[in-house]
């Protein structure tokens, strides 16, 4: 396994849709490969999540994981996740502003409306399907590294340009309240 190289906002890679990868080649090595570096690269990076873009592939693979995360303590831990081609797809209307963080964003934060509900469709790294709902705070991790396979950014998805922070303004002037309103949620929706 191999720590990749991050790209930041401004990379042409970031904003271009991942293509799918044909179920057939989920196994080959060259995918396998990317998968292990992808785990490592999030670990390394304590993030709590990555997309192939963001190592430089345009290929429609992500993972995401969170254990006790400091860039995130507020955030439900949950088990590595690691999605091939997944389709995210809403349940209902129900829809919060959590703030958010990007690796390739450095140094910023900003609050990004979210589905509270939504069903995700993928293949998982050995071909198998995965069919799962997911709900609160962490469906928007889900929803974010989606966002990244189709180039989007969390900037696209700002609405209240006022609340975009550095992490230490965060840390000073934001911290609390969220991590209150995330407590809500959380308790809300089970995660
Ligand atoms: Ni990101």
């Known amino acids: 396994m191999t720590i990749r190289k991050i790209c930041s906002i401004g990379h042409p890679v970031l904003r271009e849709p991942a293509r799918p990868v ?9 995918i396998q490969r990317l998968i ?7 670990r390394d990076a304590h993030g709590a999540g990555l997309a192939a873009n963001q190592v430089h592939e345009t290929v429609q693979v992500c993972v995401m994981e969170v254990t006790r995360n400091p860039r995130y303590p507020y955030k439900p831990p949950f088990p590595l996740m690691v999605l091939v081609n997944p389709e995210i797809e809403p349940l209902d209307d129900d829809v919060f502003d959590v703030y958010e963080g990007c690796l390739s964003v450095p140094d910023l934060r900003g609050s990004v409306p979210r589905h509270m509900n939504i069903r995700v469709r993928a293949l998982g790294r050995a071909g198998d399907p995965i069919d799962v709902v997911v709900r609160g705070i962490t469906a928007g991790t889900y929803q974010h590294e989606v966002d990244h396979l189709r180039g989007r950014l969390i900037l696209d998805r700002v609405e209240d340009t006022t609340t ?5 303004e965060f840390d000073r002037w934001h911290r609390d309240a969220f991590v209150e309103r995330a407590g809500d949620i959380v308790r809300r929706y089970g995660s």
Do not use: F, H
């Open 36 to 42: 292990d570096d992808l785990i490592e690269t999030m």
């Open 164 to 168: 975009l922070c550095t992490w230490a």
């Open 22 to 30: 044909p179920p057939e080649e989920i196994g080959s090595a060259e």
